[in-house]
């Protein structure tokens, strides 16, 4: 009985995961995480954490809650760096470098990533200045027609272009939940970053919104380096060429998407994909 259930739940996953393409091994290392360990105080919140992420993928960052998702995601910008009384050991590379190396600047290497968060969090302002308002800053644009480009392409990769080009005055929190988590995407990616990544971003969007975004996730796939932290085990398999498994701090599993949901190897990763807890 038990063994049907599982076999049902897999049957499902495998339609969901059907026309995926497989991870490709073409593609280039991007980030080598080697033995990372992470404390906050006294509590270990990873442990001895390995994992490769390519380019031009999504890799999908799967686990009950708190098992260390959002943790390595800030050791991968260096934001964990920021919150006092914590610890890393091990090493994190980007494009072969070590990012914790003294000639890295903190400030310089986050700026190679964008961070989109839970809850769509627009700045107060236009939808233009949403986007502008980074690339301004950092001297990426200087000329009005700059910026203008700027906005209208971050926009448009965003998948949100056609919907707001007669609306770029209105406030970005006048738009709808879903419209306005696309605009963050739009201002992640506006100071030009290689790495976006994604916190639960859809945690908070409806089944419309949120097909629409998993579209401009693969759509941004060909340009950057993508991660995404899920709790929505078809979502992880819809998006992603690469999952990772989390449990209690430590990665349990990683590999090919489709692999792992029809073949996963872990009992807890696969008693988690199949819901048996959560
Ligand atoms: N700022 C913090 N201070 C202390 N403990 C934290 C902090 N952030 C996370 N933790 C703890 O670290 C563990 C991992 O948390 P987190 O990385 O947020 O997990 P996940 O994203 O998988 O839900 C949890 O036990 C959590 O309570
Ligand atoms: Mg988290």
Same mark, same amino acid.
């Given at each position: /009985? %038990?063994?049907?259930?599982?076999?049902?739940?897999?049957?499902?996953?495998?339609?969901?995961?059907?026309?995926?393409?497989?991870?490709?091994?073409?593609?280039?290392?991007?980030?080598?995480?080697?033995?990372?360990?992470?404390?906050?105080?006294?509590?270990?919140?990873?442990?001895?954490?390995?994992?490769?992420?390519?380019? %031009?993928?999504?890799?999908? &960052?799967?686990?009950?809650?708190?098992?260390?998702?959002?943790?390595?995601?800030?050791?991968?910008? #260096?934001?964990?760096?920021?919150?006092? *009384?914590?610890?890393?050991?091990?090493?994190?590379?980007? *494009?072969?470098?070590?990012?914790?190396?003294?000639?890295?600047?903190?400030?310089?290497?986050? #700026?190679? &990533?964008?961070?989109?968060?839970?809850?769509?969090?627009?700045?107060?302002?236009?939808?233009?200045?949403?986007?502008?308002?980074?690339?301004?800053?950092?001297?990426?644009?200087?000329?009005?027609?700059?910026? *203008?480009?700027?906005?209208?392409?971050?926009?448009?990769?965003?998948?949100?272009?056609?919907?707001?080009?007669?609306?770029?005055?209105?406030?970005?929190?006048?738009?709808?939940?879903?419209?306005?988590? #696309?605009?963050?995407?739009?201002?992640?990616?506006?100071?030009?970053?290689?790495?976006?990544?994604?916190?639960?971003?859809?945690?908070?969007?409806?089944? #419309?919104?949120?097909?629409?975004?998993?579209? /401009?996730?693969?759509?941004?796939?060909?340009?950057?380096?993508?991660?995404?932290?899920?709790?929505?085990?078809?979502?992880?398999?819809?998006?992603? %060429?690469?999952?990772?498994? &989390?449990?209690?701090?430590?990665?349990?599993?990683?590999?090919?998407?489709?692999?792992?949901?029809?073949?996963?190897?872990?009992?807890?990763?696969?008693?988690?994909?199949?819901?048996? &807890?959560?």
């Amino acid at each position: /009985m %038990q063994h049907q259930v599982m076999e049902k739940n897999l049957v499902d996953y495998k339609l969901h995961v059907g026309d995926q393409p497989h991870h490709d091994r073409a593609h280039k290392l991007k980030i080598k995480v080697e033995n990372v360990n992470f404390w906050y105080g006294e509590k270990q919140a990873l442990k001895n954490v390995s994992l490769d992420i390519y380019n %031009q993928e999504v890799t999908a &960052f799967i686990g009950p809650s708190g098992c260390g998702k959002t943790t390595l995601l800030r050791c991968l910008n #260096r934001t964990n760096e920021i919150i006092p *009384d914590t610890r890393m050991t091990g090493l994190v590379t980007l *494009d072969g470098e070590d990012i914790y190396s003294d000639e890295i600047e903190a400030t310089t290497l986050r #700026r190679r &990533f964008g961070w989109v968060a839970q809850k769509p969090n627009p700045f107060p302002w236009s939808v233009y200045h949403n986007v502008a308002y980074g690339a301004r800053l950092h001297g990426l644009v200087s000329t009005r027609a700059e910026t *203008d480009e700027l906005v209208q392409s971050c926009l448009e990769r965003a998948g949100l272009w056609n919907e707001v080009k007669d609306r770029l005055r209105e406030p970005g929190t006048a738009l709808s939940g879903g419209q306005q988590q #696309r605009l963050c995407v739009a201002r992640a990616i506006s100071t030009k970053p290689d790495i976006i990544l994604m916190d639960e971003p859809a945690s908070a969007l409806d089944p #419309r919104a949120t097909a629409h975004l998993e579209a /401009m996730i693969e759509s941004l796939r060909e340009k950057y380096c993508i991660i995404i932290i899920t709790h929505n085990m078809q979502q992880a398999a819809r998006v992603s %060429q690469r999952t990772a498994f &989390f449990h209690l701090g430590e990665l349990l599993e990683q590999g090919d998407t489709e692999e792992i949901f029809i073949r996963p190897q872990n009992d807890l990763c696969r008693d988690y994909i199949t819901g048996r &807890f959560g």
